[in-house]
């Protein structure tokens, strides 16, 4: 079974920085798309930014702009997610997604096959 591991949550306090982690050693990881995701208990869970085999990088969520960056070490197997200037709305659980790129654009929502249990970011104000 592939799985992901994310690690790096915790409490900060607003305007404080945080970074996830997001490890995998059982796919070649140089071929994947990785995103984040983010959930708030009550809503669906959003996806906020994702990094492509080339290092393209899409965002989905505005407020975050300027504020969070993904990141990926193929030789550690590990994509990154770099929180800045966190406000109180950034709470949430945080996953991290594959899905297999190859070269071939940003997959579906559906592509993403291999998904982490999640690590809680909880912003005080």
């Known amino acids: 079974e592939v799985r992901l591991v994310e690690s790096g949550g915790g409490l900060v306090q607003s305007g404080g920085s945080l970074r996830l982690s997001c490890a995998s050693s059982?796919?070649?990881?140089?071929?994947?798309?990785f995103c984040w995701f983010r959930q708030v208990p009550g809503k669906e869970r959003e996806r906020i930014l994702c990094?492509?085999?080339?290092?393209?990088?899409?965002y989905f969520i505005e407020s975050v702009k300027g504020r969070f960056t993904i990141s990926k070490d193929n030789a550690k197997s590990t994509a990154y997610l770099q929180m800045n200037s966190l406000k109180s709305e950034d709470t949430g659980i945080y996953y991290c997604?594959?899905?297999?790129?190859?070269?071939?654009?940003?997959?579906?929502?559906?592509?993403?096959?291999?998904w982490g249990k999640g690590t809680l970011v909880t912003v005080s104000s």
């Open positions: 997604a594959a899905a297999f790129e190859g070269g071939g654009g940003l997959p579906e929502l559906s592509a993403y096959e291999y």
């Open positions: 059982q796919f070649t990881f140089e071929d994947y798309n």
């Open positions: 990094i492509s085999d080339s290092d393209g990088v899409t």
